[in-house]
């Protein structure tokens, strides 16, 4: 889930920059965790890091109930500094942290959607921009005592991107501005026994997740997905199935398994008559 692109599409109005230098940087941590700017979930932070040994700037940010997907990215002047991200309590050891990323190919990313491991929805994160060395830095004939850096956030909540009606396909597509995720809802009327979904017209290997009653937030048992190696995906939900189909609104998520890293049409069918879709009868092209 980490990557070291940045991508900068769809970033909503950035909160008000803030200055901060790292208190008595050039001193081990402490043993309880250093105190941390709260961060808005769509912002922008800019500052300074004194580069003393294992010097370190801590953030906090509480994701709100509906995200489905993050994006933190790390932009300093000076090669070498860290961002590391971690559920739950702070903690002093940054060795301790979840996901790691540094500036070797690019602009330090962090990436995090509601299908991993750790729960994203209404939960807080640590965030810490870390100098991960033990003596300062150097350039050329000087040392470098102040690193410029910007974090930048991103959050991509839940939404509805389209109506899906049974036999009327809907054209869409996903890129860095959607967070790679298309979003539509479909309500199961109480006669129906299948629900049958049908990706077509794709570039890529893209996935399918179903959830009733309301929007995917994690990837537990109440989610109904097809993930294999193509991207031509079906997923067939019966009252038999698990979970099984019941009447009322359905959540259709289109996501693509690799992150948004570019733009990828596709094409959503849906039926209650488990008839597979004319364009599909084709075999399918491995990606």
């Not at 350039?139 to 991107?161: I, M, P």
């Not at 009322?248 to 094409?267: A, I, K, M, N």
Request: with cysteine; charged share 25%.
């Amino acid at each position: 889930m980490t990557s070291r692109s940045l991508h900068s599409h769809g970033l909503a109005a950035l909160a008000a920059a803030l200055v901060v230098v790292a208190c008595d940087s050039g001193r081990e941590p402490s043993a309880s965790a250093p105190r941390a700017v709260t961060l808005e979930p769509q912002a922008a932070w800019e500052g300074e890091l004194e580069l003393g040994p294992q010097a370190r700037l801590d953030f906090r940010v509480e994701w709100p109930a509906d995200t489905v997907r993050v994006r933190a990215t790390l932009v300093s002047d000076v090669v070498g500094v860290d961002l590391h991200a971690s559920p739950g309590e702070p903690s002093a050891e940054v060795e301790e942290a979840y996901l790691v990323a540094d500036d070797t190919e690019g602009p330090a990313t962090i990436e995090l959607d509601r299908l991993g491991p750790e729960a994203l929805a209404g939960t807080t994160w640590n965030l810490v921009v870390h100098w991960p060395f033990d003596e300062a830095a150097r350039s050329g004939d000087h040392k470098l005592e102040r690193a410029k850096v910007r974090l930048e956030l991103e959050c991509f909540r839940a939404r509805v991107d389209g109506v899906l009606q049974p036999g009327k396909p809907i054209a869409g597509a996903l890129d860095a501005a959607s967070g790679g995720i298309a979003s539509f809802s479909i309500v199961v009327p109480a006669q129906a026994r299948e629900l049958r979904l049908d990706l077509a017209d794709v570039e890529s290997d893209l996935d399918l997740y179903a959830r009733a009653g309301g929007p995917v937030l994690a990837f537990d048992d109440s989610v109904a997905f097809a993930e294999h190696n193509w991207g031509r995906e079906t997923l067939v939900i019966t009252r038999d199935s698990t979970p099984p189909l019941v009447a009322g609104e359905w959540r259709v998520d289109v996501q693509d398994s690799l992150g948004p890293t570019r733009r990828l049409p596709f094409t959503l069918h849906a039926s209650f008559d488990g008839v597979v879709p004319r364009e599909l009868l084709a075999l399918p092209r491995p990606w």
